[in-house]
C-alpha cells in the first residue's frame, strides 16, 4: 500500500492515498446529491486516511478518521430511517416537510449555530492541549481546528442540516495547507476539490429548501 505511484511536487504518492482520495471525493459527490451510499464509501476511505495520518504523525486527523468511520454508521441510518416526528427538530431548526422515514434537508436556527461555533471553538482548544500533551505532534493547534470542525460537520451532515456545507468549507480550507505543509500534496489537492464540491453542496440544499418552502406557500 506504500509503494510510489507517482510523485508530485518531488514527493511521492502512494497507492494508499490514491485509493482514500478516490473513495472520499466518490463520497462528498454522492453527498450533494442526497444519494446514502456515500455512507459506506465514507468508512472505507475513512479507515484509509486513518492509516496515512498515522504514518505522517497527524494524530489529530487519524484519530479523527476513526470517528467518521463510526459516525457514518449512524449517519446511514440517519439518512435512510431518520426523518424527526413533527414537532422534534422544531426547537433547533426549520426543515422540508415530509413523511417519517427518510431524513429531509433542514436548516439551523440562529441559536443553534451560535451553539456549533462555540463547540467548535471549545473541540479546538481541547484537542490541541491534547495532541500537544500526549503526542508528538509538530503542529498540534493547527491540526485541531479541523479535527474540531470536521466533527461538528460530520454531526450536521449527518442530520443532514444545510450548514453543514459552511463548516466543510471552513474545514477544507484550513486543511488545505496543513496536508501542503505534511507534503500530502494529493490530499491537498483533494481539499481544495472539496471545497468546489462543498460549495456546489451549499447551493443544491439551498435550492432543495428554497422548492419545499415554494411548495408550502
Known sequence: MFETLFTVLGTPVTTLEVLAFVLALACVALNIFEIHWAWPLAIASSLLYCWLFVVSMLYGEASLQVVFAVVALWGWWQWLYGNARPGERRAMATEAPGETGA??????GGRARLLVLLAWGLGWGLIGLALDQLTDSDVPFYDAFPTAGSLVGQYLLGR???ENWHVWIGVNLVSI????YKQLWLTAILYAVFVVLAVAGLKRWR???RASAAARA
Do not use: E, N, S, T
Not at 431524513?103 to 439551523?108: D, E, N, P, Q
Not at 495547507?177 to 501542503?180: P, R, Y
Open 103 to 108: 431524513l429531509r434537508v433542514g436548516k439551523l
Open 160 to 162: 443532514k442540516f444545510l
Open 177 to 180: 495547507g496543513l496536508f501542503a
Open 207 to 209: 435550492a432543495i429548501l
